[in-house]
């Protein structure tokens, strides 16, 4: 078969697809295309792009944010995630 270029926006290497349809070189280039469009679908629909909730009112420490990107649950959850992750780089 011929080589394809892959259809992932930020990956565009050259592959020999196993079948005719084939789109992407891996699947890892599949699903991060897949949930890019996803995300970006939601996001147009004014809906938080990681869970698809509504968005309420901001939990951002920045005053001049005029709308929120997510909703507060995805907010906290981050949050809370990436505070943790800081304790841990800081005492070793």
Do not use: T
């Not at 005719?20 to 679908?41: D, F, L, M, T």
């Amino acid at each position: 078969m011929e080589k394809k270029v892959c259809a992932a926006s930020d990956c565009n290497k050259k592959f020999e697809p196993k079948m005719y349809k084939q789109k992407y070189c891996s699947y890892q280039c599949k699903w991060r295309e897949y949930k890019r469009i996803k995300y970006k679908s939601r996001a147009k629909k004014g809906l938080c792009p990681q869970c698809g909730g509504e968005l309420d009112v901001a939990i951002s420490p920045h005053k001049n944010k005029v709308s929120p990107s997510y909703c507060s649950k995805c907010q906290d959850y981050y949050h809370q995630r990436y505070s943790k992750k800081k304790e841990k780089s800081e005492s070793k």
